[in-house]
């Protein structure tokens, strides 16, 4: 691996040492097979670029589902001090706070099997999806601050969901410091019809069960019984969070040349943290993600709905409960321990979950001996994993791990391949109903077009990041 | 409109929590296929069409990238969407750029120019100008749900653009194809090379 500079630290992490203008090194968790994928699009390099930002502390961390991104790469985590370091609308990403929400029920699989067809149509119905989707009304601006303030919390006031939902989200759903005065009239426009809805590209709803339990203790803790059915939700901040990128993205730029930043790449444009810009995007970054947890509460709460309605129960007999929720877009301000010595850190995770150890004071209390849920969706043909993060997360890699499949084909590669074939009914062969408001998006969204994976569940397994708690199974999926 | 939908949405965002109760309820026989009749029913009475969703049963073909104008290529980053365009003048550039963008979004050859509206935009160079023409159509596509169809520059210099662009609202019957996030800056060019104007310009999806 010599050629593209990467040094072997064991079967799972490999590293590209601190050279030229790196103030740290590079870290990528990865198995060998996956490494040829990883620098063919050369998101080796971009980790490689994050290490020269100003102020980054211990190394600029891949997870094993990297891929190119936008300035950072997908799948990056990077720590900056509070004092020296910089904070980056690219190292957060567009969607702002995406995310996925496990939901479990006191259901099992031989209760919605042969309703998969009409849960699915009811969910169709309930949750907009797909582009521009929208409930159909418009949110007054003060509403929509005060969803910006409270996040998920809002949602629950107005009776979707309850206190205990809140108790089993990432920030019990919402970020303090949210400041409504930074976010500019085009955000709060593009946010003002799309609380509730799922929007398009490879966000979902999926309907699954609990097929494999591998920590007993762990998943009895989380409720995830074997053959109990799940919800999955996968969505973010819609319009809003993506015109808070936007927007803030132009004033990095200005703000890098401002600090001299020199800048290997113009889209790693950032502020210090302490600086006036970077202050407002934190505060402006926080309303998008306190959008993005009303809305999967909202989303949630629907589907509780939908289920009762599809299934005739009522939302007592079906016990459609909050497992855990994690943000994958996201900078947050944490406390960690860097060479034995205590360090404030703006710490910035793009495809990238949060994966703290048992303990922490962080999570619920009723997983604190268990560790934080860490939530991997797979492809809606496969399966996804539930996890938990452990105390060498913590030392290596700021209590983190990675998020998801990733694309093993562009969209249009997936298209071609899909060409002559009927994916809905390929998927129903394999017992999973499929719906999305267009055919496209199914070709792009296919199994075939994500890598395994099981695959990167293994690489922070066996790199010591997360244990493995349980896996499920898809029955239905909704694609947006 | 099923009975019972509206008064769910008003409910979502009101002080109200929807009632289970309430919730439309489809019924969907449990295969893959609606019958032609079930199809029409449901098409006729829901708010949300669920038939269309059913339409994704069948197979993939004649993907309309197999049509597009031999003036547009489509680039291929991983996860995201990209637009390679000729053109013989600028104005005609960024034209084609805008058609090219509702290319991926819908079937743009479909939509009516029902009517005309002016847009203004204005930037610090000629491919920053590209990146906020482009995110202006997709703000007034997501915020006011239109497609756009034609695309005339009536004014242009370097550093701003006056355009007459026609379109129509979206209806339950718009098929859009996907959602952009955000026009980048990414391998971003506009450029002049033997007498012909290129362009390159990527899309978060």
């Known amino acids: ?480 | 409109m099923i009975r019972g939908e509206r008064t769910f949405i008003r409910d979502l965002v009101s002080e109200k929590s929807p009632r289970w109760e309430n919730v439309p309820r489809m019924s969907c026989p449990g295969r893959m296929r609606l019958s032609a009749g079930a199809q029409e029913r449901l098409a006729s009475s829901a708010a949300r069409p669920i038939a269309d969703a059913w339409c994704i049963a069948g197979r993939l073909e004649d993907s309309c990238m197999d049509r597009k104008p031999p003036w547009l290529e489509l680039l291929d980053p991983t996860a995201d969407v990209g637009l390679r365009v000729r053109a013989p003048a600028l104005k005609t550039l960024f034209a084609r750029a805008a058609w090219g963008m509702f290319f991926l979004l819908t079937d743009v050859r479909a939509v009516r120019p029902v009517d005309t509206r002016t847009v203004h935009v204005e930037a610090d160079d000629r491919a920053a100008l590209l990146v906020k023409w482009l995110s202006e159509l997709n703000f007034i596509h997501q915020v006011e749900r239109r497609v756009f169809c034609r695309f005339v520059i009536t004014e242009m210099s370097s550093r701003s653009l006056i355009a007459e662009v026609s379109g129509e609202p979206l209806t339950s019957a718009t098929n859009v194809h996907m959602e952009i996030k955000a026009v980048t800056y990414h391998g971003l060019s506009v450029r002049r090379e033997s007498g012909i104007w290129k362009a390159e310009v990527v899309f978060d999806v």
Not at chain 1, 300 to 327: C, K, N, Q, W
Not at chain 1, 364 to 387: E, H, K, N, T
Not at chain 1, 397 to 420: D, E, V
Not at chain 1, 448 to 472: F, H, I, N, S, W
Request: with cysteine.
């Open chain 1, 1 to 480: 691996m010599s050629d593209v500079g990467l040094k072997k630290i064991h079967d799972f992490l490999w590293e590209i040492p601190a050279n030229g203008a790196m103030r740290v090194p590079a870290r990528i968790y990865a198995s060998r097979k996956m490494l040829a994928d990883i620098t063919a699009d050369n998101a080796h390099r971009q980790a490689a670029n994050v290490a020269q930002l100003p102020g980054i502390v211990c190394a600029s961390l891949a997870m094993p589902d990297i891929h190119w991104g936008y300035g950072f790469p997908i799948g990056g985590v990077a720590a900056f001090d509070i004092d020296e370091g910089i904070v980056s609308p690219g190292g957060v990403g567009y969607d702002i706070n995406c995310g996925v929400r496990l939901m479990a029920s006191i259901l099992k699989r031989s209760d919605i099997e042969n309703v998969i067809s009409d849960l699915l149509a009811a969910l169709f119905s309930a949750i907009p999806t797909g582009i521009g989707s929208s409930v159909g009304m418009k949110l007054a601006r003060k509403d929509l601050e005060s969803l910006a303030r409270k996040g998920a919390a809002w949602a629950v006031e107005r009776g979707m969901g309850t206190q205990e939902d809140l108790e089993f989200l990432e920030e019990r759903g919402c970020m303090a410091d949210a400041g409504p005065d930074a976010v500019s009239d085009r955000a709060w426009e593009r946010g003002a019809c799309q609380i509730g809805t799922l929007g398009s590209g490879n966000h979902f709803l999926e309907v699954g069960y609990v097929s494999d339990v591998y920590d007993e203790r762990a998943a009895r803790i989380m409720g995830l019984d074997a053959d109990a059915v799940t919800l999955t939700i996968h969505c973010g901040s819609r319009g809003f969070g993506h015109q808070v990128c936007d927007d803030y993205l132009g004033v990095m730029d200005r703000a890098a040349r401002r600090y001299n930043i020199a800048l290997p790449d113009r889209q790693l444009a950032c502020a210090p943290i302490r600086s006036e810009e970077g202050q407002q995007y934190l505060r402006a970054m926080r309303c998008a993600v306190n959008y993005a947890f009303a809305n999967r509460q909202a989303i949630a709460h629907m589907a509780r709905m939908a289920f009762s309605a599809a299934l005739r129960r009522p939302p007592a007999d079906i016990g459609l409960r909050t497992v855990y929720e994690v943000a994958h877009n996201i900078a947050k301000i944490e406390n960690h321990t860097v060479d034995g010595r205590a360090r404030r850190l703006c710490v910035h995770r793009k495809g990238a979950t949060r994966a703290f150890a048992p303990c922490s004071g962080e999570i619920p209390q009723a997983y604190r001996s268990a560790g934080q849920p860490v939530l991997i969706p797979g492809d809606m043909g496969r399966y996804s994993y539930v996890l938990v993060g452990t105390e060498r997360a913590m030392s290596e890699s700021f209590g983190s791990a990675c998020h998801g499949a990733g694309r093993r084909m562009s969209r249009q590669q997936a298209l071609k391949n899909a060409r002559g074939r009927d994916i809905a009914r390929e998927l129903a062969g394999r017992n999973v109903v499929v719906m999305a408001g267009d055919r496209r998006t199914l070709g792009e969204e296919m199994p075939d077009a994500y890598k395994d994976v099981a695959d990167v569940v293994e690489v922070v397994v066996q790199a010591g990041l997360c244990r493995p708690v349980a896996r499920l199974r898809p029955l239905g999926c909704i694609k947006g």
